[in-house]
């Protein structure tokens, strides 16, 4: 599985923005895939913030951005996209998107062996 974020850049605090993160080989069916986004702060380690997985597209969001952010996927274009609203300067971090076979992924996004490039989102006025 081969995975390409893009999105990100500079926003101002409070401000939204929308990562995506596209998907290949277009034959993959995604509802056997969960896909999720990591971020990784400068000096810290990287985290979990969300991830989507199968037939039923359930979700998850980290505990304590749950109303900031939500996760969706097309399973036709191969694209889950991760939109980031109210964004606070610590939300500035590289984010990565990742993914692994549903059996293979807690429901906490743990477990992911294949992942994309970064793309860095920097929340600054």
């Known amino acids: 599985v081969q995975l390409q974020a893009f999105g990100g850049g500079s926003v101002q605090p409070g401000g939204s923005v929308k990562l995506s993160c596209s998907v290949s080989p277009l034959g993959l069916d995604l509802d056997y895939l969960a896909i999720g986004w990591f971020r990784q702060a400068p000096g810290k380690e990287r985290e979990a913030v969300s991830c989507?997985?199968?037939?039923?597209?359930?979700?998850f969001i980290k505990p304590s951005e749950q109303g900031r952010f939500t996760i969706s996927r097309d399973n036709r274009k191969k694209t889950v996209d991760f939109q980031m609203k109210s964004l606070k300067r610590e939300d500035t971090a590289v984010y990565y998107c990742a993914s692994e076979s549903i059996f293979g992924v807690t429901e906490d996004c743990n477990g992911m062996t294949d992942w994309g490039k970064g793309t860095q989102v920097t929340v600054s006025s």
């Open positions: 989507i997985r199968g037939r039923g597209g359930a979700t």
